[in-house]
């Protein structure tokens, strides 16, 4: 039989390729982790993909028994709700209202602490699914093509290697980077590419560019001696084909990456609906003036009476009218302008010609739904990723950013009018917007895209650098340096030596010639 | 008047945002450069942009007065044709024969006293822009949108800087990514990517590493202090927007990269058309056994007598039949299965079911095209990069590679039923072929969108990393370093004498008490 093969044929093949029927598993994840996986799994799921994914007994924002076209394994974790909500509430006080008043050494060792019972945890949930032979018989059963996990929730390589199936990562970033470098292999130059976390953008002077070395030398120590053996799993991570991450350059300052490393911010981003009928009415009797939208995100559920009061009189004062998501009492100095929702259409607002500005406590959901509307945001960042998020959007000029502790209400209304009035803030979000639009594909076709890549390729290995085979020494060349070092010192000290030789000799001929003569 | 916007209008506005009527200036280029620069030049005037090509008056392979879409600029060198043939002529000769019988130092010099005569010319080419008023007057009111070069022809940096318009590169490398990595500031850590011309693949073992270190000092050693003033020239290039690198990783190993470095090789390959009648008829006697294509590239046209009856005699021995494109006189030798042509349509032929394999001296065209249509390749490399591909075809399976000079039949027959019969080769060829074409954009979409891109934004900034504004040493961490070493040393050092300061006040006071008591 002949071979028979032309571009032609290869051509429509592409073109037409799409992989139904691929069968996609789904770790475990949390919070926003999920609210940004979902997409991906909704539109593999139109793409006409299987999608399972695996929900532990213990998940605080999976909800396995709402209707929902993904196939839903419940994994028994060892742990109760209970004791997560109480996890989760003694991390958001630490966050929120601890950590400004401690000391740098004793905040960082109560945020380890914190770290090392949420990897307890973490591990926990794990168990229920290596350690469960059920679990494990199903898994291997299920004929998988691809795993797809935010890493955040450890593991998943462990079971993409047991089931040997291609692993795609869906990743924010890690604490310093570290993860993407030292199992993903990602270069980062501490001099431009601030650490994760570190509150510093690329523009670094020498004070900054110490700090920011420091800030990833202590997280590598952390792990690299903190976490018993972190190389194999490492070396795991590392196996992963394709490393969607979740920025881009309208948030991210550039950075260099690899060709498996896919740049996919705003992945959940969506055009704007209608609004509701009550709703649309508030926001239409703001006239000229517009709307400011203002939200603390779902774990902030109420706050002080005085901030609440500092707030509401701080918002009374502005002209546009505010719609503030809140599930709080109403304080009593709440204006005339202002309405409280227990809930809002966060994206139809954002994407409402009415909308002047964005208050948010800084999530990277929101930030991401300002910029691809192109809103200019007043930043109040809480915990977690939030300060970092709105330190980069401060930096490319479309926020001010307070202090939610130290904050007045002069300060709040000052910043809102800022945003609003000057009109550099609002170029730059449209900048920004412009940014994200303007590529080739959208975040959410290159996600699926890579995912369905790896079905189809068994993985993505022409994509993979071959810096994971190397030592941390010879990656860097310091093997390399040791050889050259080593034989320049031995050619040097073997022509010293060869020269004062020749000169004893020589010398040592006069030497005698002279005593010779002398005799 | 209300600043009104919305996602939809910004969605709608990128899907239709083509740039029409942009004004695209296009830098003089060479050889298989200028082949390369041609399909996006004429994918430019399909979306309905102007083109405008400088042409040198002692061009050897840009011909402004045939018939062309594009607008062509002459440019009065100072150079005459027959200087630069004559250069061409003994570039190919020490390339081809010479070489082979030098010392490394040896050819090492005298390849440096060809570069430097290359940039001498090259120099005379850039004189008849800048220093002709009529020439800069004219590209002054072109109003051009972009300007579009390959560096290899120097001197584009410097008019796109005059002239205050965006810089889009499409380059193939420059020797040991020189350019790439000292004024495009892409990370190349020398223990995993082979410096271009090195003849290294990315894995190497302790030896080549070292190789690779001191070839890619060599070449910066020499750059940075050889060609005067690189700074200001290289300064310069870090400006451009975009560089349009034409590999992929169907033929590149894989490494870091930047955001504004986009892979886009291949960029000239096209599905195959109908072959000529007469062609065709000869394709089709071949029956199951199917042909072999055979070309030595447009520089060599002919071979010595010895050469060539050796050549056909080995292809006299293969069941396939082949086409030999050559012209000079037909070998004594020649088998009845051979047909030598004076042209051939190489593409077309690559792309017929019937072809077996591709002989080839491995210029990157040509390369590419049988990656496009997945033919495994024989490769005899003569000059320049040629070598340089190989073995990277080599390196992925798809090639084996001959020398000319040591050639004899039975290898060069034995070599031919080896990627034949061998069906590794094919396999390998079928896979690169596939990752080849499954990718989100063909190459030729991807180099327009991103030239467009910089039209539509007048560059592309928020690609740009910070690693531009920093020194070497800055960029490095030395001076950080530097810092924190002289901290530890200075709190040694206090630590030290303070220690040693109690001791001795400790001991001096206990002697004291001694000689007292004795006293």
Chains 1, 2 share one sequence.
Not at 470 to 475: A, F, G, N, P
Request: hydrophobic fraction near 45%; charge should be neutral.
């Amino acid at each position: 039989m002949e071979l028979r093969f032309s571009a032609c044929v290869l051509l429509v093949l592409c073109v037409t390729w799409g992989v139904n029927g691929g069968n996609v598993l789904v770790w475990y994840t949390e919070g926003s982790h999920w609210i940004n996986m979902k997409p991906l799994l909704e539109k593999l799921v139109d793409g006409g993909h299987r999608v399972t994914v695996l929900v532990p007994s213990a998940s605080l924002f999976m909800n396995s028994s709402e209707p929902s076209r993904f196939h839903y394994e419940r994994v028994e974790s060892s742990l109760s709700i209970e004791v997560m909500e109480k996890f989760m509430e003694e991390f958001l006080h630490f966050s929120i209202y601890e950590m400004e008043h401690m000391g740098y050494v004793q905040m960082y060792l109560r945020f380890m602490e914190l770290f090392r019972i949420n990897l307890k945890f973490a591990l926990g949930n794990l168990d229920g699914v290596v350690k469960s032979e059920e679990v494990m018989m199903k898994l291997k059963r299920g004929n998988f093509d691809v795993l797809l996990a935010d890493p955040i929730m450890p593991g998943s390589e462990l079971v993409a290697d047991i089931l040997g199936i291609p692993l795609v990562y869906s990743v924010r970033f890690t604490m310093a980077h570290h993860f993407e470098r030292y199992c993903g292999q990602v270069p980062a130059p501490p001099s431009f590419v601030p650490g994760a976390m570190s509150k510093l953008t690329d523009r670094m002077d020498f004070w900054e560019r110490v700090w920011n070395f420091i800030f990833y030398a202590v997280q590598d120590v952390y792990f690299l001696s903190g976490t018993g053996k972190p190389t194999s799993a490492c070396e795991l991570m590392g196996k992963a084909d394709i490393w969607l991450i979740r920025t881009y350059w309208d948030f991210d300052f550039p950075r260099p990456l690899l060709p498996n490393f896919k740049y996919v911010g705003g992945i959940h981003c969506k055009p704007a609906k209608p609004l509701p009928k009550d709703i649309e009415e508030f926001v239409q009797s703001s006239g000229d003036a517009g709307i400011v939208i203002f939200t603390l995100g779902s774990f902030i559920r109420n706050i002080t009476t005085e901030k609440g009061n500092m707030i509401a009189s701080a918002l009374a004062q502005i002209p546009q009218k505010v719609l503030w998501k809140y599930s709080g009492q109403a304080p009593e100095t709440l204006g005339p302008n202002t309405k409280i929702f227990n809930w809002i259409p966060q994206n139809d607002l954002l994407g409402h010609p009415k909308t002047r500005a964005f208050v948010t406590h800084g999530g990277s959901n929101g930030i991401y739904e300002a910029i691809y509307h192109g809103v200019p945001m007043v930043g109040i960042p809480m915990f977690a990723d939030q300060p970092h998020n709105l330190i980069h959007m401060k930096a490319k000029g479309v926020a001010v950013m307070l202090n939610l502790n130290s904050l007045t209400a002069e300060d709040f209304r000052d910043a809102i009018n800022t945003v609003i009035n000057d009109k550099s803030y609002k170029e730059n979000a449209m900048r920004l917007s412009s940014i994200h639009h303007d590529k080739p594909l959208s975040p959410l076709d290159e996600g699926v895209f890579w995912i369905e890549f790896a079905i189809r390729n068994n993985g993505a290995k022409h994509l993979r650098v071959q810096a994971h085979e190397l030592t941390w020494y010879q990656y860097h060349c310091l093997d390399v340096f040791a050889f050259l070092l080593a034989l320049i010192l031995t050619i040097v000290f073997i022509f010293i030596k060869a020269c004062s030789f020749c000169l004893r000799k020589c010398c040592g001929r006069k030497t005698k010639t002279k005593s010779d003569k002398k005799q």
